[in-house]
T-cell receptor, first 116, second 113 residues
């Protein structure tokens, strides 16, 4: 059981370039999330989805877009990359809603993005 | 604004010793508190989830405590092992919303042989 798979693991972008971070889960989880982790900071929620076709903004959505065409996939799109988007990005999924006491988030291994 | 503060920021201990990590939070309303372990270069992995009514919860050598009155939690690691070297993240849930989690900055723990 692969869990949550993120690709690529590392990427270097030039300012103004665009790219998509891929995320796939094979646990049939309804909820999926994208977080970013900056050095010395807590994870910040970028976007989340409660099911196929439904997405919502998190705390730091500017400069990003997402789509959820299937239950399994939740890609994160960076348009016009900026140095401020240099970070480690984590995709996560859960069976129940993120705040529920019975819920556990399963995280991917992360994608380290550098914008120069 | 909901906040989660962890201390110490980093900690170095010798293998076999015990240690305690602290988490203070100002999250309202409170639903539950989680401790995650994050190995270098990996995603966080859940250690425990504690609800309002739970004071203590153990997972092997890891024991978490929660005092909902003082809004404090601790994670105690017994007989530390080299594999315990990681960042430990405290996460507090404000309720049922999918965006209701507040993450602490983590405590970076290094176990030396």
């Amino acid at each position: 059981n692969a869990g949550v798979t993120q690709t690529p693991k590392f990427r270097i972008l030039k300012i103004g370039q665009s790219m998509t971070l891929q995320c796939a889960q094979d646990m049939n989880h309804n909820y999926m999330y994208w977080y970013r982790q900056d050095p010395g900071m807590g994870l910040k929620l970028i976007y989340y989805s409660v099911g196929a076709g439904i997405t919502d903004k998190g705390e730091v959505p500017n400069g990003y877009n997402v789509s959820r065409s299937t239950t399994e996939d939740f890609p994160l799109r960076l348009e016009l990359a900026a140095p401020s988007q240099t970070s480690v990005y984590f995709c996560a999924s859960s069976f129940l809603t993120g705040g529920s006491g019975a819920n556990v988030l399963t995280f991917g291994a992360g994608s380290r993005l550098t914008v120069l | 604004k909901n906040q989660v503060e962890q201390s110490p920021q980093s900690l170095i201990i010798l293998e076999g010793k015990n240690c305690t990590l602290q988490c203070n939070y100002t999250v309202s309303p409170f639903s539950n508190l989680r401790w995650y372990k994050q190995d270098t270069g990996r995603g966080p992995v859940s250690l425990t989830i504690m609800t309002f009514s739970e004071n203590t919860k153990s997972n092997g050598r890891y024991t978490a405590t929660l005092d909902a009155d003082t809004k404090q939690s601790s994670l105690h690691i017994t007989a530390s092992q080299l594999s315990d070297s990681a960042s430990y993240i405290c996460v507090v849930s404000a309720g049922g919303g999918a965006d209701g989690l507040t993450f602490g900055k983590g405590t970076h723990l290094i176990i030396q042989p």
